[in-house]
């Protein structure tokens, strides 16, 4: 392969291109808005704890490389730019588990034992020692449920992603933003060119990187993709001191701790069609579920609320190769509440396959024709 274009510059579509050109592939990227504006900038940037073994499912392999992957290029992208991701080891604390429904990563304490990675069991007195201001009322339920799994990281996305940007360009990938792609020219069994507000542009590769807007991108060239957005809101708190350390888990709400004072609480999991307004209800659940862990938070300044939009799939698995009957279109999406996770192991498998090389993990599992059995429940 000599060139390919990549369409959509979230985390999906930077990291391949990354990838791609440091293996010396020209890569164009574009992208309707401004790179890394959409669900990759939205999501909190938990990176959890996982490991994986030759044998397992392609999901915990994805999962266990991006893993690895994701301290590597911490450390190569803040080298080759000076910029920081905001990857740091924090680790994680789960009241109990509630397995989502159509999400594939299980972190239930069993599935993580099996899979060796590394757990601390909590009670009162160790949980009261790790977050000295969690409420009475967690520390209570404490000795039934809770664990924390240490190498459990986070990433400040934006900062991630500015990284990205700057490290593609150092490797000499176009990066055209503010342009939309809106259709294909076919020949055959391939994609000659994509059409966008700003003209044609040709390459030998194509790749759709476009988040939840991927569906519409390859309903136009007679793929049906079977994913849909589900909403996820956030709201930001601030402190004027850190007062806790981990990333703190309960059913789908969580709270991300920031090392300045900020703190991440979320989420909603949303079957609303592309609407990304944030909403009353939703803000008003997370806040409260925010002071009940911590009665501090109550206090805190409410600095901004947003959502995004999570590319899902209706298995929860992603959709990582070739478009079904073409020869030269890939497609790289639907990794709905882990995309910010996954997408250093994605881009490294898919370059591995555009390039002719056989993956160091089996796709079959993310074929774009599987068979796809919904998971995700209507959760509006
Ligand atoms: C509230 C929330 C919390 C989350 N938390 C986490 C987390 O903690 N950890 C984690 O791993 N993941 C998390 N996620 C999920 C993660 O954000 C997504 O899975 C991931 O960002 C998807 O990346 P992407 O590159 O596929 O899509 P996006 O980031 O949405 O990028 C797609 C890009 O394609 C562009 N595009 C679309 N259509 C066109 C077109 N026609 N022409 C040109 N460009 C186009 C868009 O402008 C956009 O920039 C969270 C998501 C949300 C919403």
Not at 193 to 216: D, H, N, P, R
Not at 228 to 247: A, D, H, M, S, Y
Not at 356 to 370: C, H, K, N
């Amino acid at each position: 392969m000599k060139d390919c274009l990549i369409i959509g510059a979230g985390a999906v579509g930077l990291s391949l291109a990354y990838e791609l050109a440091g293996h010396g592939i020209c890569v164009t990227v574009i992208d309707r808005s401004a790179c890394g504006t959409e669900a990759s900038w939205a999501g909190a940037g938990i990176i959890p704890a996982a490991k994986s073994r030759a044998g397992d499912s392609a999901y915990t392999q994805l999962s266990g490389l991006s893993c690895q992957l994701h301290a590597q290029w911490a450390k190569d992208l803040q080298s080759d730019t000076g910029i920081d991701t905001g990857y740091r080891q924090c680790g994680e604390i789960f009241f109990g588990h509630q397995q989502i429904s159509g999400d594939p990563l299980s972190r239930d304490l069993q599935t993580l034992e099996s899979l060796g990675v590394e757990i601390d069991h909590l009670d009162q007195q160790v949980l009261k020692k790790l977050e000295p201001a969690i409420s009475d009322e967690c520390l209570a339920g404490a000795d039934l449920s809770a664990y924390r799994t240490p190498a459990s990281a986070q990433i400040r996305n934006p900062w991630l992603l500015r990284a990205i940007r700057e490290a593609c360009l150092q490797r000499g990938v176009k990066i055209v933003e503010q342009v939309e792609v809106l259709g294909f020219d076919l020949e055959q069994d391939r994609i000659v060119a994509a059409e966008t507000t700003s003209g044609s542009f040709s390459a030998e590769q194509v790749c759709l990187t476009s988040g939840a807007w991927t569906k519409a991108l390859a309903g136009k060239v007679g793929i049906s993709l079977p994913m849909k957005p589900i909403r996820g809101q956030i709201v930001l708190l601030r402190l004027n001191e850190q007062i806790q350390q981990n990333i703190i888990h309960h059913g789908p709400h969580y709270l991300v701790p920031r090392p300045d004072g900020y703190v991440l609480a979320g989420t909603t999991l949303e079957d609303v069609g592309f609407e990304k307004q944030t909403t009353v209800k939703a803000v008003r659940e997370i806040l409260h579920f925010a002071s009940s862990m911590f009665p501090q938070l109550a206090t805190a300044q409410v600095e901004r609320c947003w959502a995004g939009l999570r590319p899902a799939s209706l298995d929860g698995h992603p959709f990582i190769g070739l478009l079904p009957g073409f020869s030269n279109g890939w497609v790289a999406t639907g990794h709905f509440r882990w995309g910010l996770y996954l997408s250093p192991a994605t881009a490294v498998v898919l370059s591995q396959l555009m390039r002719g090389l056989t993956p160091q993990i089996d796709l079959t599992e993310f074929r774009v024709d599987r068979h796809v059995l919904p998971l995700l429940q209507n959760t509006s």
